[in-house]
């Protein structure tokens, strides 16, 4: 069974940093592209970044280039979100996303915005930015 779990969030002060990872178990993460995304309540979920199965390739939102890494080590089968710079609107449940499925996974980040594409998701971890 495909699995991936998220860790390193927490409570940050604004201009902090975390460092968050994505580890798979039941398959091989190098396989598949791998979206992070965030959600506050009563929100839609937002594409945060997508790394391409090799990592030859990233996608950033907008309002995280320049602040956020993401990062892999597919021999650890983990993916990592390194946010430095944190804002308060950074806030939010953070998820970690395969790119396909189990039967089609996809190694590039094509359409990495859209959240239908991705499918399997771990349960997220909760990241606070404030004072």
């Known amino acids: 069974q495909l699995q991936l779990v998220e860790s390193g969030g927490g409570l940050a002060q604004p201009g902090g940093s975390l460092r968050l990872s994505c580890v798979a178990s039941g398959f091989t993460l190098s396989s598949y592209a791998i979206g992070w995304f965030r959600q506050d309540p009563g929100k839609e979920r937002e594409a945060v970044a997508c790394i391409t199965n090799s990592g030859g390739s990233i996608n950033y939102v907008d309002s995280v280039k320049g602040r956020f890494t993401v990062s892999r080590n597919n021999a650890k089968n983990t993916v990592y979100l390194q946010m430095n710079s944190l804002k308060p609107e950074d806030t939010g449940l953070y998820f970690c996303?395969?790119?396909?499925?189990?039967?089609?996974?996809?190694?590039?980040?094509?359409?990495?915005?859209?959240?239908?594409?991705?499918?399997?998701w771990g349960q997220g971890t909760q990241v606070t930015v404030s004072s």
């Open positions: 996303a395969t790119q396909g499925t189990r039967l089609m996974p996809l190694s590039s980040c094509l359409l990495w915005h859209v959240p239908s594409e991705y499918g399997s």
